[in-house]
């Protein structure tokens, strides 16, 4: 056993943890040491469920030998290479896999190395894309309460989760946001998508009626609100949005950085819902967790849009020194390839009913206030402690862990959205596991 598989001799006071209670996990750390298809292995040896494919990332599931061997080739054979004024084959090769498998017309494709680096990139293109055809006054952007869009100053402001703003006081200026969906008065318990709220998609109106519609540039969304925990949008929602947008001349971006790579049983939340935005940002499954990589599914009005001038000008002035890194390219084709061969990026639809039947099956609990469902992801909701939002909800998750369940805790939600190879008998134990708990612990 080498040292870092020691909790007890582990030194921890130099890694500043990110979005974690440092102090608290310092004290009692949960360590992962390997993971093999459905499972971590922690260093104290205990196999651990994977209810939430790491961070809603893993969808191929632990240990792709494919891709390992797919990173190794490449990175032996060209470790890097630049994607400014250069190129290389992979990058290429992968962004005609990827445009074969977007929703119709998604197909020019930017790559970056994260959910905060797409979001901030189409949020910029947006901007860019506006100013080329002439609608230069249109700098707004508007994003939606409880939204998740990563941590960029872009992505935070036009995210809507309090605590991941509130701190840092800077945002972006011109940022505005439509109302979040979360209706528990109208929505407890709903499977699949709640029946109540269409009509809060006309928010957009509000924001045209006070801003003015020629002031606004974009509206991103998550189709589902993931890091919130897993909001389904309500009947019609998606559809409305995408209407007024048209009507009002603002592009619609779909963050499917989560929803993205067969979440929901198809391959984007865009086909689930038979919505089409102008653009999608991506990233985790795109590599299924393995090397940080993200990407930007761009029509091709916004591409050609920006396509003008000059051959020999830069179009977009905007790319990081890893995009389309060789060896996050290199992971990201094995890993399409193991999702088309296996069907991955629609085995979730044959799963779903069990998934949902499963998740509602824990309705009556002590405690639990909601139960949310859509494709493969799920939330549990229990109801806050009086002694503060999140408390009961630490509970449940350290004693889910202690039991052999890893899940993401929002708050006082449960969100699952567990590897795409899931079979019945693992979504039995993930639910019986979290249910024990909620039963001691909530
Ligand atoms: C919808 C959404 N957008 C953006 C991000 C940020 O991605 P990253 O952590 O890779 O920067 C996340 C991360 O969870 C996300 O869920």
């Given at each position: 056993m080498t040292l870092h598989q020691k909790p007890n001799t582990l030194q921890t006071d130099s890694f500043w943890m990110p979005f974690t209670a440092n102090r608290q996990f310092k004290k009692a750390p949960r360590l992962f040491a390997s993971a093999e298809g459905m499972h971590y292995t922690t260093v104290d040896g205990r196999k651990v469920i994977d209810g939430s494919a790491g961070l809603w990332c893993v969808n191929a599931g632990h240990g792709r030998r494919q891709i390992a061997t797919a990173v190794e080739r490449s990175l032996t054979n060209l470790d890097f290479a630049p994607s400014f004024n250069m190129g290389h084959p992979l990058a290429f090769d992968f962004a005609e896999r990827l445009a074969e498998i977007a929703?119709?017309?998604?197909?020019r494709i930017f790559f970056t190395n994260s959910g905060s680096e797409s979001v901030d990139t189409a949020l910029k293109i947006a901007l860019a894309y506006q100013r080329a055809i002439g609608q230069g006054t249109r700098t707004r952007l508007i994003g939606r309460e409880r939204g998740y869009h990563g941590v960029g100053f872009g992505g935070m402001s036009v995210g809507g989760m309090v605590a991941n703003r509130?701190?840092?006081?800077t945002h972006l200026p011109g940022v505005d946001h439509i109302r979040h969906t979360h209706d528990l008065a109208r929505n407890a318990f709903a499977k699949d998508e709640p029946e109540h709220g269409a009509e809060l998609a006309d928010d957009v109106e509000r924001m045209v009626a006070l801003h003015g519609a020629d002031t606004i540039a974009a509206v991103i969304v998550e189709p589902v609100p993931g890091s919130t925990a897993v909001l389904p949008p309500p009947k019609g929602y998606l559809k409305r949005l995408r209407e007024l947008c048209d009507k009002h001349g603002i592009l619609l971006i779909f963050d499917e950085v989560i929803t993205g790579f067969g979440r929901l049983g198809t391959p984007f939340a865009a086909d689930y819902f038979g919505v089409t935005p102008d653009m999608m940002t991506t990233a985790k499954g795109i590599t299924n967790g393995t090397v940080p990589c993200g990407a930007v599914f761009a029509s091709r009005k916004i591409h050609d849009g920006l396509m003008t001038g000059p051959e020999g000008t830069i179009e977009l002035f905007h790319g990081y020194t890893y995009s389309a890194h060789p060896t996050a390219c290199a992971a990201g084709l094995a890993t399409l390839d193991i999702y088309k061969d296996e069907g991955l990026l629609t085995r979730g639809a044959s799963m779903a009913e069990y998934w949902r039947d499963a998740l509602h099956s824990l309705k009556g609990l002590p405690n639990v206030i909601d139960i949310r469902n859509v494709g493969l992801m799920g939330a549990v909701e229990v109801a806050p402690r009086k002694e503060g939002v999140a408390a009961r909800g630490y509970d449940v998750m350290v004693d889910c862990f202690n039991r052999g369940l890893y899940l993401r805790m929002s708050g006082d939600s449960f969100a699952l959205s567990p590897p795409l190879i899931v079979e019945k008998s693992h979504i039995d134990d993930i639910v019986s596991i979290l249910g024990d708990a909620i039963k001691r612990v909530a």
């Open positions: 929703p119709k017309g998604l197909d509130r701190a840092f006081a």
